[in-house]
């Protein structure tokens, strides 16, 4: 569809094809308002300074994963050599 | 490294002592010690459970005794790095509190180390491991 642009280059908004397209828009919104598109919600445990809490079962998985991190990165190794050796 | 492999897991035990119970955090931890220390990973293993078995039904002041015993058999040109390996698995649930800091403190005394050393250590952990989280809650009231 050739849309007729202003000679800024912007969208020409009084053209039927502009007028179409923003049907089209509000159409999409109003259906996308309706399926309830919901808001990601965590299910982390907080402590009272809002960080995770580290003692559930999320918390401790997560720890996992950074405990595994570390040790790909060799971090501890890495830090006795520059200290020690 | 001149000291006994039984010796290091005994005292990342007593670490462990302090939460409880070994974990896949813990046990990932232990595996990462092994492996800088170049020790064997199943023997080091075995080392752990036995030591964790020995420290689970002591009393604070027992847990204490019975480090303060192990630190005492490190070998003086390794307590640095016993040390860092004991930070290492005291901080590995992510987060430094108060009470993580009076026990790190004990053990670098027990290993004799200076007071002014382990604190420096602990700040170089601290700049090194960005994830790692600075709680000042007390221990228990963080729910």
């Known amino acids: ?85 | 490294m001149k000291t006994a492999p039984n010796t290091i897991a005994s005292l990342l035990a007593a670490c462990i002592w302090a939460d409880g119970e070994y974990e896949e955090v813990e046990r990932t931890t232990a595996e990462e010690v092994a492996e800088a220390f170049g020790l064997d990973d199943k023997d080091f293993h075995k080392y752990m459970t036995a030591a964790m078995v020995e420290v689970q039904n002591l009393s604070p002041e027992a847990a204490t005794t019975y480090a303060v015993k192990h630190a005492e058999k490190v070998d003086p040109e390794d307590t640095g790095e016993v040390y860092q390996a004991i930070m290492q698995m005291m901080l590995c649930d992510g987060v430094l509190t108060a009470g993580e800091v009076h026990n790190l403190l004990a053990m670098a005394e027990a290993l004799d180390i200076d007071r002014n050393s382990a604190v420096l250590m602990l700040c170089d952990m601290v700049k090194t491991e960005p994830e790692l989280e600075v709680s000042f809650e007390s221990d228990d009231e963080e729910e």
């Open chain 1, 1 to 85: 569809m050739a849309v007729k642009t202003t000679a800024a280059g912007k969208m020409d908004k009084r053209t039927k094809e502009y007028k179409e397209l923003k049907a089209r828009l509000v159409k999409a919104r109003a259906a996308k308002a309706k399926s309830g598109a919901k808001k990601t919600q965590t299910t982390l445990k907080k402590t009272k300074s809002g960080k995770v809490d580290k003692r559930t079962k999320e918390g401790k998985a997560i720890c996992a994963r950074m405990a595994k991190a570390r040790k790909s990165k060799n971090s501890l190794l890495n830090r006795i050599k520059r200290l020690f050796r």
